[in-house]
């Protein structure tokens, strides 16, 4: 071998040699060097963990969450408590919450916005005072994805005996059965409740027979998350309670052009009316006061009362003491531009049932104005003897015009 070969071989060897070393140093033999350096990092590994805290925050939604439910929010910590929590909007705009007795938990005060996106901010201490933080965003579902039921009657409102439970979805629901069960509606009478569907957007809740007076009904909305339709979901989680006042059911008589006004079984007043012309016929039926108006406007042209010009046969810019009985315009209203020997004595409305009352309303002495002030939202007018059809289920909160197997025939559990 010549000596450029020799040297040549020499520095081959050397590299490989030095690869070799450098590998065994790398994958950690029991050298003292090495020895020294695991000794050294498990040092600075326990004195991270000794500087770390060790509560453990969570934040609901999770991170990067999508179509979140508006009600779940919520900040939560273990071995640990917090001591500050932040929300806003993607705006800045913040949003009020309160930390948990024990510190343990945060929650918004109110319900979140759909289709919003949220930024959290949490910071958090252990029994040794080491912070920990955690941060988040999520975005609420759209009003695209999702449903709200609007119901009637409000919390904690008195109502009257006749009054049901309605609730109008703002989206047609196909998955009835889900939507119905995560919404119950019980008594303190104890009466059986059953719920009615009359359409896609529309369910109404009542018992067998008017409610009991003196009862306090709870309705319990917990839909976040059911599935309404494909691809819709809830979003309410509610709790309604309502009461139920005395049993006042006043029976209009449009043949003998009389209202006799019962409570509690009792007849308490009796009052003469007029009801609607023979042209313009009252609807008969069992009917469900739904709002009350001091005084009101009432345009025939609104209801398809015109004349050749289009404009309504009637205008009236402030009927007083008006009561709702229906959706489409059946009203109890007191009458001041008519001649009071009509009240007992002949039918003259386009359908209305009219009673005796003075202009603006203020009349104490009339008898608007006594119905009006002891009449409630709920409370039950049976008109009689009219000659019309009996008014439909559903125009207004009129449920009672079906008998109870006809109503348990539209629940969809």
């Given at each position: ?193 059953v719920c009615h569907w009359f359409n896609d957007t ?119 003491h008006a009561i709702r009985l229906s959706t489409s ?85």
């Open positions: 071998m010549t000596n450029s070969r020799r040297r040549k071989g020499l520095t081959v060897a050397s590299a490989l040699l030095g690869g070799v070393l450098v590998l065994s140093a790398c994958s950690g033999g029991d050298d003292a060097s090495a020895s020294d350096g695991d000794t050294s990092q498990a040092k600075v590994d326990e004195a991270a963990a000794k500087k770390t805290s060790e509560a453990q925050i969570k934040i609901t939604p999770e991170d990067g969450s999508d179509n979140a439910s508006i009600n779940s929010s919520a900040v939560t910590v273990s071995k640990g408590s917090l001591t500050e929590v932040t929300m806003t909007t993607a705006d800045g705009a913040a949003v009020e919450g309160a930390i948990s007795a024990d510190k343990t938990s945060w929650k918004p005060n109110a319900q979140l916005e759909r289709s919003t996106t949220y930024k959290v901010a949490v910071t958090a201490k252990d029994s040794k005072g080491l912070e920990a933080h955690e941060n988040g965003t999520f975005t609420t579902v759209s009003p695209k994805n999702s449903f709200l039921g609007y119901f009637t009657p409000e919390d904690g409102s008195t109502v009257g005996v006749g009054m049901p439970v309605s609730i109008n979805f703002d989206k047609a629901i196909s998955n009835k059965a889900a939507v119905q069960k995560g919404i119950t509606v019980s008594s303190t009478s104890g009466q059986e409740v529309r369910m109404d809740c009542r018992p067998d027979e008017y409610w009991k007076e003196g009862s306090t009904v709870t309705m319990k909305m917990a839909l976040d998350g059911v599935e309404g339709s494909d691809g819709v979901t809830g979003v309410q989680e509610k709790t309604v309670t309502f009461k139920i006042g005395r049993n006042q059911v006043s029976y209009v008589d449009a043949k003998t052009k009389q209202m006799k006004v019962t409570q509690d079984g009792k007849t308490v007043k009796t009052i003469p009316i007029s009801a609607g012309s023979p042209d313009n016929k009252t609807y008969e039926g069992t009917m469900v006061m739904s709002e009350k108006f001091t005084e009101t406007r009432m345009n025939g042209a609104t209801v398809g009362f015109t004349d050749d010009d289009g404009k309504g046969e009637y205008d009236i810019k402030d009927v007083p315009g059946t009203f109890i209203h007191g009458n001041y531009w008519g001649a009071k020997s009509i009240f007992g004595s002949v039918n003259t409305s386009h359908g209305c049932v009219g009673l005796s009352d003075t202009k603006g309303a203020k009349d104490k002495g009339t008898a608007g104005y006594w119905f009006y002030n002891n009449s409630i939202v709920g409370d039950v007018v049976v008109v009689q003897n009219t000659g019309d059809k009996t008014i439909a289920p559903d125009n207004g909160l009129n449920g009672w015009n079906m008998d109870w197997a006809q109503w348990k025939a539209g629940s969809a559990v």
